[in-house]
């Protein structure tokens, strides 16, 4: 299939960006096809790197990388997290997650819920975001339950004892096995009570009920959609807007069509 380009989405891109001049209430839904424009590979599961293949001991990545796993052998879970850890190291948001932030400075009622774990959101500078699969950057004992921000794992002993109680530390992140944090779940649940009325799902297969069922709300319901990833998924032929795109290609065409411009700092009416 011969690849589209931001031109060959000309106009659909100019009534997309009117959605979003007009939306009082938007919701993006990010995944790892995000911060693949970072350099980052795209992951399957908690950070990934592994598709379809046993790890380097035979395992299966969703049993090293359990919560299960990490109860009794912390040192196999923690040698999957910090190879994950160090595929981030030296890598930074994009002109995607740029986008996303300067729209919630001008505009105010965007949120975001993502599935990544790089904290590349938060380094952009978007505020009103929900980590639904937690942060590898903050690090938390399982013994006396203090938790510590780390820019990397260089210099860390792997696995690291906690400075307070010599205990175990882990990253704040959802491993396999695991429920997702109550916290995250209940803003979540608040930003859908308030009815968002633009949806933009970036970078995600929408494999993941709770990422695909606020889309196909919206679907249901009449309210605007949009999907932004270069791949097929199984919401691409029911939502408003479908762009095959980039995300760091397509998001700021959509600020700068809704009026909003990455570059340039100005605000827009609306």
Do not use: K
Not at 74 to 99: K, M, V
Not at 215 to 239: F, H
Request: charged share 15%; net charge negative; glycine share 12%.
């Amino acid at each position: 299939m011969t690849s589209l380009t931001l031109a060959d989405y000309a106009d659909q891109i100019a009534a997309a960006g009117r959605l979003l001049s007009t939306a009082r209430r938007i919701l993006f839904i990010t995944g790892a096809g995000l911060s693949a424009d970072s350099g980052l590979p795209t992951y399957r599961g908690v950070g990934g790197l592994y598709e379809g293949a046993l790890t380097d001991i035979g395992l299966p990545i969703e049993q090293a990388l359990s919560g299960a796993m990490f109860a009794h052998r912390p040192d196999i879970t923690w040698h999957y997290l910090s190879q994950i850890e160090s595929s981030c190291r030296g890598a930074h948001p994009n002109a995607g997650h740029f986008a996303i932030a300067r729209l919630e400075a001008l505009h105010g009622g965007v949120t975001v819920l993502t599935q990544n774990v790089d904290g590349f959101h938060l380094a952009a500078g978007s505020r009103n975001v929900i980590e639904m699969h937690g942060t590898l950057r903050r690090l938390r004992c399982i013994d006396c339950g203090r938790a510590r921000h780390v820019d990397n794992y260089a210099g860390l002993a792997i696995p690291p004892d906690c400075p307070h109680c010599g205990g175990v530390l882990r990253p704040d992140v959802v491993l396999f096995g695991e429920s997702l944090p109550d916290q995250a779940v209940h803003r979540f649940e608040q930003v859908l009570a308030a009815g968002p009325d633009l949806i933009i799902s970036v970078g995600t297969g929408s494999a993941f009920p709770y990422i695909a069922g606020p889309v196909v709300w919206a679907i249901e319901n009449g309210i605007p959609t949009i999907e932004i990833n270069p791949g097929g998924t199984p919401l691409s032929e029911r939502v408003s807007f479908r762009f095959r795109l980039r995300a760091a290609e397509a998001l700021p065409a959509l600020l700068d069509a809704a009026g909003y411009s990455l570059d340039s700092g100005r605000d827009a009416a609306g």
